[in-house]
């Protein structure tokens, strides 16, 4: 878009937005920043389409053809354009910022568990994994199983199976 179209077609308020939009400016702006930006961006393009498919229709209804009604509403069809062109602009800044934002908070996650993982205390808030309770059995081992004490998948299976059949014979009663 050359600058006389943005003095041309575009009001004050309209040209103060497109200009918040250009790239150099849109890389300065938050996460939370060009979402408001794209909200109002959005807001304008959808008032430039919906203006121009209602001036489409009223002037096919007028002229009772579809021959020579797209010359008459051109103005508005451009700036539907443009806000077309810098919604798509603004929504790939927020997506940069928004990856960005979401790879920064997963570095930060990551570290935090880097640092408990080496630190038994963060983890547990208590005494470090592996000493001894009073009872004489390690934190280690509670919570845990003996390998042989858990079924196998099968046996669970055929436990489940069982209680079903058992199940349906005292539906069918």
Excluded: C, H
Excluded at 10 to 32: C, G, I, N, P
Excluded at 78 to 101: C, G, H, P, Q, W
Excluded at 120 to 128: D, F, I, N, Q, V
């Amino acid at each position: 878009m050359n600058p006389t179209e943005l003095y041309s077609l575009f009001s004050a308020k309209e040209q103060t937005l497109l200009v918040a939009t250009e790239a150099a400016r849109l890389k300065d702006l938050s996460e939370d920043e060009l979402d408001e930006l794209l909200t109002m961006v959005r807001r304008e393009r959808n008032k430039y389409s919906k203006l121009y498919r209602r001036q489409s229709s009223a002037s096919v209804a007028a002229a009772s053809s579809r021959a020579g009604t797209s010359t008459s509403n051109q103005r508005t069809r451009r700036k539907a354009e443009i806000f077309e062109d810098t919604l798509a602009r603004v929504s790939r800044a927020l997506s940069v910022a928004a990856r960005a934002s979401a790879n920064e908070l997963k570095r930060e996650r990551l570290q935090a568990a880097r640092d408990a993982k080496g630190n038994p205390r963060a983890r547990t808030g208590g005494e470090p994994i592996g000493t001894t309770a009073a009872s004489g059995v390690t934190t280690r081992d509670i919570g845990r199983v003996a390998k042989s004490a858990t079924a196998s998948p099968s046996r669970r299976a055929s436990s489940k199976a069982q209680g079903a059949r058992r199940q349906a014979r005292s539906d069918s009663r």
